[in-house]
């Protein structure tokens, strides 16, 4: 297992920006695929993005597509979210995972090691 620390979160503006910042540790960080998932109040965890173990794939949830980015920087054991253009709607907690999958990346259910999440509120 993983330990993930995510931080970053706070109050911004609508159409503003805010990185998300998520460091493992316990094990070798270039052997995981890594997700962004959030959840809202009263809704459940969705995904939002996902990263290959090399940094070399990535996937979105349609509803960031070209707003947010996810990349990795492996030698600092980190994986990033960088968020443009936010909107109300992206207010959540917003949790980092690990996977050692290669696949199946945009399902919960694949990720083996979760943050704590840290909180993210986009004012309109």
């Known amino acids: 297992q993983v330990q993930l620390v995510e931080s970053g979160g706070g109050l911004v503006q609508a159409a503003g920006s805010r990185r998300l910042s998520c460091v493992a540790s316990g094990r070798t960080f270039s052997s995981y695929s890594m997700g962004w998932f959030r959840q809202a109040p009263g809704k459940d965890r969705e995904f939002v993005a996902a990263i290959s173990w090399s940094g070399a794939s990535t996937w979105y949830a349609d509803s960031v597509k070209g707003r947010f980015t996810i990349s990795r920087d492996n030698a600092k054991s980190t994986v990033y979210l960088q968020m443009n253009s936010l909107k109300p709607e992206d207010t959540a907690v917003y949790y980092c995972?690990?996977?050692?999958?290669?696949?199946?990346?945009?399902?919960?259910?694949?990720?083996?090691?979760w943050g704590q999440g840290t909180q993210v509120t986009v004012s309109s």
């Open positions: 995972a690990a996977t050692v999958k290669p696949y199946a990346l945009l399902d919960r259910g694949s990720y083996t090691s």
